[in-house]
């Protein structure tokens, strides 16, 4: 497994923007699977963008698709979320995960789980 520290949540103008990272330790992140899932007050935890190993493969949720992008940069163990436009229906916690299989991310299965950053959006 890996470890997972998430950073970058804060608080947002509706409209504005924001970019989460997620550290990673451990030499097996280039071969992980990578996504964030969220979860807001009351809310169970959703999922919002997955992407594969090399990069080359991603999966966003309907909610946020053409408005966040997820991203990596294996040199540096991190993975990023770009958020733009945000929205005050984006408030939540937002947590990184990882795992081997693409599917195991998707599926809130994954092996490793960060402790999550808080995004506030006002309106």
């Known amino acids: 497994q890996v470890q997972l520290v998430e950073s970058g949540g804060g608080l947002v103008q509706a409209g504005g923007s924001l970019r989460l990272s997620c550290a990673a330790s451990?030499?097996?992140?280039?071969?992980?699977?990578m996504g964030w899932f969220r979860q807001a007050p009351g809310k169970e935890r959703e999922f919002v963008a997955a992407i594969s190993w090399s990069g080359s493969n991603t999966k966003y949720a309907d909610s946020v698709k053409g408005r966040f992008t997820i991203s990596r940069d294996n040199a540096k163990n991190t993975v990023y979320l770009q958020m733009i436009n945000l929205k005050p229906e984006d408030t939540a916690v937002y947590y990184c995960?990882?795992?081997?299989?693409?599917?195991?991310?998707?599926?809130?299965?994954?092996?490793?789980w960060g402790q999550g950053t808080q995004v506030t959006v006002s309106s």
């Open positions: 451990g030499r097996t992140f280039s071969n992980y699977a």
């Open positions: 995960t990882g795992d081997p299989s693409l599917r195991a991310v998707v599926a809130a299965t994954g092996g490793s």
